[in-house]
Every structure is written in C-alpha cells, then in structure tokens.
C-alpha cells in the first residue's frame, strides 16, 4: 500500500478519487493531507527503496566475501580493515598473506608482503618470500628488484638465487643470470643439480659459451654412474658448434 493512500491520522485507505481532490480529504475522519504530508510520504518512500537497495547490494557483497574467503571470510575483516587502515603489525600482514595464498590470491599476498616490506625494510626474509611471489606472477623485473636488495643485504638461500637468475635471463640479462648459476651450482657441488644445470647449459648456449657448457656437463658426469648420459643431445650439439666456431676461426 502507498504511504500516501493512508490517513495519518486514523490509518485507514483513502480511496484513489479522493485523492485526486485537492486537497485530499479522508472520508472517514476528515483529515486534509497537507502539501507538507505529501512530500513526508514522498521522501519516506524514497528512503525506503534506497535502504532496500543498500541491503541488497550488502547481500550480494556479503555472498561475494563468503565465496572468496572461505573459511576465513570472518578472521580475514579484521586483517583486510588494519591493512587498508595502515596500522596492520608485520605478523597481521604475514598472516593476510599467508590467507591469501592458501586462497591462491596471489596479488593479495603480494600486496600485503609489500606492506610487510616497506615496514621491516632489513628483513631479508621478508624479500625473499616476496620476490618469489612476484615470480610466480610472471612479474619478473618486480621479482628480481627485490632479488637484487636482498643479496645486496647478505642474503644467500639458494632458491632465492635460483629464481632471482630466471629473472634475471627471463630480462635478457643473461651475463649477470650467469653469475648466480654458477653461485648456486658452487654451494653444492657434490649434489647433482639437473634443474640449475639445464637452465645454466641453455643459457650458456644463448650467449655462445659453448666450451664452458661442455665443461659444465662433462663435470656433472662424473658425480655417478647414474649422470653418465646427461644431456648427451645437448652435448653433442655443443661440440659440434665449438668445432664450428673453432674452424670459422
């Protein structure tokens, strides 16, 4: 039923024609609905369809949060409210991050390691962990910004070293992915390392190091039995490329 429809005073329907009299006149008390009494029902309606829009925007936005927080749709308000607030402590931030890398958001994580970051700029830890988001994000030249400060900080972790040199060759600087290859392959050199290795002999293939790509996997061979093949195809190829270059010469 319209608010205007209804007397004010006895709450009873006033019939439509009356309410075309000017002014309308309630044929069961007498009550004259005043200009001033239109324009309260008007407003009252307004205000009732604007509040029922806000309800149902605040269902659609409480079903949306549910859906992308899961099981922390609750304890991640606090942490979301600290964060956009800028008074979130590191464990609040590390934590955010860790939510929503288990809710595979990775741009989320970023952001609040950034924030972690930026509050705790000597923590080389906190670098590391963020440069392998960024990574993972194909964000390569973000990933090795945050690679480059957190060896310039006495920081030596070899996945760190291994992700930093993907970026670095992922960023056609292949000189400086070079150095941190053979880092990673100089802190270990008893354990075979295929992964670093394969990278390490692709890349010196790029640049046209081909004597030392040879020396790299002829090396590897001789930790076992096991390594006696090891990327036999790519050696082969290698030698015939350093004769080829050795002839041309």
């Known amino acids: 039923m319209n608010l205007q429809e209804c007397c004010p005073r006895c709450r009873l329907i006033v019939p439509a024609e009356r309410m075309v009299e000017i002014p309308p006149v309630c044929p069961h008390c007498g009550w004259i609905l005043s200009k001033n009494e239109e324009d309260a029902g008007g407003y009252l309606n307004r205000r009732f369809r604007q509040a029922a829009v806000l309800f149902s925007v605040g269902l659609v ?14 304890s991640v308000i606090p942490l979301k409210t600290r964060q956009i607030l800028r008074i979130a402590s590191t464990s609040d931030l590390l934590r955010l991050a860790q939510i929503c890398e288990d809710r595979k958001n990775p741009e989320c994580s970023e952001d609040a390691l950034t924030a972690a970051v930026k509050k705790n700029p000597d923590d080389v830890s906190l670098k590391e962990n963020l440069g392998k988001i960024r990574y993972q994000m194909g964000d390569f030249k ?27 060759q992922e960023l056609d600087r292949k000189g400086e992915a070079a150095q941190y290859y053979e880092f990673i392959l100089e802190k270990k050199p008893e354990t075979l390392q295929i992964t670093v290795t394969q990278k390490y002999v692709n890349l010196l293939k790029e640049i046209g190091q081909y004597q030392r790509a040879i020396e790299l996997i002829e090396s590897i061979r001789k930790k076992g039995s096991n390594a006696a093949y090891f990327l036999d195809a790519e050696l082969q190829d290698l030698k015939k490329k350093a004769r080829s270059r050795s002839r041309s010469t």
């Open 142 to 168: 973000g990933a090795a910004e945050v690679y480059t400060e957190y060896f310039n900080q006495g920081g030596r972790q070899l996945e760190p070293a291994f992700l930093y040199a993907k970026s670095l």
């Open 61 to 74: 936005a409480g079903f949306i949060h549910l859906v992308t927080w899961d099981s922390y749709f609750v």
